[in-house]
């Protein structure tokens, strides 16, 4: 139940003062992804009933997840792209033991293959264009040495670990910026990147599980496209969504993260084909509209409406839209996708885009305001 005296509106949700961007938030970059004051004041202000579990339905790097983790909160993300998935399920698992000293021995036996000759480069397209010779190299030896490792939490943590530094070490100008530049990285700077990050991310990990006095709530993750999400495959205790989908024409998941994906051997494609919002759905021939935004996010709410319990709680931060010179205002829109379901409006505020967020679209750099939206289930529903 939302207390009635509790208004969002009483805080600053552009958190002006703080530092966005650290610790195990910090471990990978992800585009649009939350700061993580909006999920955890969001649960301080709205998480009540300890029988109920969070839920993210389009969780990306896990922000959500975290920050109920860190609260001691069971809680549920789903997100399409499987490397999101990874970053999330990496850093809601505590580091297995030992795990530095794989790092040494995974760098040590990669140097060898090189050394030796010994090293596959996979097919992937533009690769030349994209990495140097001595990079690919270097990248495809850590891979190959990563994928031998039996235990799969320390596979995960290496690939995330290699997966943070890959556009740093390709002739990608930066992370939202696709124009190859003449870089000057050397094999070493791959290998010393790479010991960095996973060491980072290592020191990081152990500080979020082993600095905490109280109970460390449990992350599920679902790599699944929403759309098809049945509501028997998550828990019933719904209590709390915190989250922020994926909107027309906005930010591109699968290109931010395409060449990553190549090399970690996943299918950017599949995930364009099904990503919500990407560009390619609403610029090709038969293109989509808002109306299809609308539907989808329709099927999302009727989903939300059969796991949450009554007068459960949820949050949405979405931006605007432009689809071919037309602003859309997608929190207009969500409100009607949502009704339908037995979702009502109970408190809108706005917040400021931080400059740092860019997206590939340039029309969409114009959009620097976007809305939390919160939501309660009605009982009669
Ligand atoms: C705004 S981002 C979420 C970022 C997240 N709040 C974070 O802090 O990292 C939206 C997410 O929606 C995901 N997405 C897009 N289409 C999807 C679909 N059909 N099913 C599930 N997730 C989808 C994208 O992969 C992206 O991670």
């Known amino acids: 139940m939302l207390p009635d005296d509790i208004l969002l509106k009483n805080i600053d949700w552009d958190f002006p003062d703080s530092v966005n961007n650290s610790g195990i938030h910090a471990i990978h970059p992800y585009p649009a992804k939350f700061i993580p004051q ?7 202000l709205l998480y009540t009933d300890p029988s109920t579990s969070i839920l993210d339905t389009f969780s990306g790097s896990g922000t959500t997840l975290v920050e109920a983790m860190r609260a001691g ?6 997100d399409l792209h499987p490397l999101a998935c990874l970053i999330a399920k990496v850093k809601t698992t505590p580091i297995p033991s030992g795990f530095e000293d794989i790092v040494s021995d995974v760098a040590l036996r990669a140097r060898t293959r090189i050394k030796q000759g010994n090293v596959d480069i996979p097919l992937i397209p533009r690769l030349d264009h994209w990495f140097k010779p001595h990079v690919q190299e270097a990248l495809a030896a850590l891979i190959d040495e990563i994928r031998k490792e039996t235990d799969e939490d ?48 290592s020191v990081t990990l152990q500080e979020q599980f082993n600095g905490s ?6 992350a ?38 395409k060449y990553r994906m190549y090399w970690l051997g996943m299918d950017p494609i599949t995930v364009k084909n099904r990503e919500i919002g990407a560009r390619a759905h609403y610029f090709k021939k038969n293109h989509q509209d808002e109306h299809d ?36 205002d997608n929190t207009a829109l969500l409100s009607r996708a949502a009704k339908p379901h037995g979702f009502v409006v109970r408190e809108i505020v706005e917040r400021r ?25 009605s009982e009669s529903s």
């Open 213 to 218: 006095q109280n109970r460390i709530g449990k």
């Open 73 to 78: 909160i069971d809680a549920y993300g789903i």
């Open 154 to 201: 320390i596979e995960d943590a290496l690939s995330v670990a290699l997966s943070s530094i890959i556009v740093q070490v390709s002739n990608q100008e930066s992370d939202t910026r696709y124009a190859a530049i003449d870089k000057p990285i050397h094999l070493n700077d791959v290998f010393d990147r790479f010991r960095k990050a996973a060491v980072n991310l």
């Open 293 to 328: 935004f609308e539907r989808q996010m329709g099927m999302c709410f009727n989903l939300l409406s059969q796991v949450m319990v009554p007068d459960g709680i949820a949050c949405f931060v979405v931006g605007r839209s432009i689809i071919h010179g037309r602003k859309i």
């Open 38 to 44: 909006i999920p955890r004041e969001l649960i301080n």
């Open 353 to 377: 885009i931080p400059a740092s967020r860019k997206s590939f679209n340039p029309s969409h750099g114009k959009i620097n305001r976007e809305h939390l939206i919160v939501f309660t289930l």
């Open 220 to 257: 599920t993750i679902l790599n699944r496209d929403i759309l098809m999400v049945k509501a028997s495959e998550l828990p019933q205790n719904v209590g709390l969504v915190i989250t922020s989908p994926p909107y027309p024409n906005a930010y591109e998941y699968w290109l931010y993260h």
